[in-house]
């Protein structure tokens, strides 16, 4: 890498901290966990404030019970009806357009964060699951995104090949190609070739977490590679 792009990339990194997160983060590698550490460990033995009164089984809460390993995972839970605020897209349109509805593995996500749905509510004859603290994820609680997505990065779009030329208040954003997107392990776009929230976020694992630097279930040691994957400054 020539010393003028690692300029240019520590300048998009810059700008993007300060859209976002306003800090610093470091390279270091945060430790690798599963998901019976983190805050997605909903059974009894979860160390969040949010768990059941005695259901044992982890994976319930998002997948079906005995699903066959490596098969395409059974959600184990109902989908939110909810229509949702989306950002605008300019992907393959003449102007900006509202993103389209969130689809794929994002619906999982949002049956519990957009706060319609309870977090105990698992398909199934056994029915709800007891839960201490609030039934639903709701305001004042750091996990409730709601129905208005309008304030995100875009999800649920097939990422193009080709660069938009975005401009943004932080300098002129670059997409790149396609090919060297898809390159990256662990940014990963889905089946179809678009972005969910399982790009940025890998909700199996809270290693990377580092409070103000690195987001929860991020799918990187730091904050700036996963935008990184897809964007460069020009
Ligand atoms: C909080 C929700 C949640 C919990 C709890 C959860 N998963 Fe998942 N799981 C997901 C999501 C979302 C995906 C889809 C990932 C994707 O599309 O990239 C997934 C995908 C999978 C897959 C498919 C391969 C992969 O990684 O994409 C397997 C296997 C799996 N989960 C196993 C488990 C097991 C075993 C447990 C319990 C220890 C568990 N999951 C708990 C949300 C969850
Ligand atoms: C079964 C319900 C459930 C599903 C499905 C689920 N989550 Fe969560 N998630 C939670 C709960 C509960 C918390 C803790 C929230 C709190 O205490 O306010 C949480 C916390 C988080 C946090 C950390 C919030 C914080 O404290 O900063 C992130 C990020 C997150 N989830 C992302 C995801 C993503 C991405 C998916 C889909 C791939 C997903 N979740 C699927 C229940 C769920
Ligand atoms: C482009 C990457 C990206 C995508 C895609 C993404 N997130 Fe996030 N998410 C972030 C970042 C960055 C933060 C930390 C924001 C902050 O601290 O200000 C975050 C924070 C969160 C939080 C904590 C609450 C908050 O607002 O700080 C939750 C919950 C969450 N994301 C869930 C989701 C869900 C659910 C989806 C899909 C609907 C999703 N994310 C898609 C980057 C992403
Ligand atoms: C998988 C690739 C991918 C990742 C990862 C990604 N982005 Fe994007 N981003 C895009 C695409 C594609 C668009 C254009 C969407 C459209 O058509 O408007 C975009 C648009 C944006 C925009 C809107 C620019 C504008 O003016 O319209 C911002 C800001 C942005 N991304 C910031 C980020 C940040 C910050 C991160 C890391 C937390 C990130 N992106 C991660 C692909 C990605």
Redesign the pocket.
């Known amino acids: 890498m020539s010393g003028g792009t690692r300029r240019k990339l520590r300048t998009l990194a810059a700008a993007i901290l300060a859209l ?2 306003g800090g610093v983060a470091s390279q270091t590698r945060g430790q690798q966990e599963s998901v019976i550490g983190t805050l997605h460990n909903l059974s009894v033995s979860g160390p969040g404030e949010i768990r059941a009164l005695s259901e044992t089984e982890v994976c319930k809460f998002c997948h079906v019970p005995h699903n066959a390993e490596g098969a395409t995972p059974l959600w184990g839970r109902p989908l939110s009806t909810a229509q949702y605020e989306t950002p605008e897209l300019r992907v393959g349109t003449g102007g900006p357009v509202p993103a389209p509805q ?1 689809d794929g593995s ?1 619906r999982l ?2 049956s519990c ?1 957009d706060g319609t749905i309870a977090l105990g509510d698992v398909s199934g004859a056994a029915g709800r699951v007891p839960m201490t603290g609030p039934a639903r994820l709701g305001a004042g609680r ?2 409730f ?1 709601g129905t208005d ?1 309008s304030g ?2 875009p ?1 649920s779009f097939v990422v193009p090949d080709g660069d938009l030329g975005l401009e943004t208040d932080g300098g002129d954003m670059a997409l790149l190609p396609l090919a060297v997107v898809t390159a990256d392990p662990d940014v990963r776009l889905d089946a179809e070739g678009k ?3 399982t ?3 890998d909700a199996h694992s809270d290693g990377y977490y580092r409070p103000g630097q690195v ?2 279930f991020w799918v990187k040691p730091s ?1 700036e590679e ?2 990184l994957a897809c964007h460069a400054l020009r």
Do not use: K
């Open positions: 976002t997160l969130p994002s996500c949002l964060h750091r996990g995104l997505l995100s990065h999800i972005m969910q929230c790009t940025c976020h987001p929860r904050y996963v935008c």
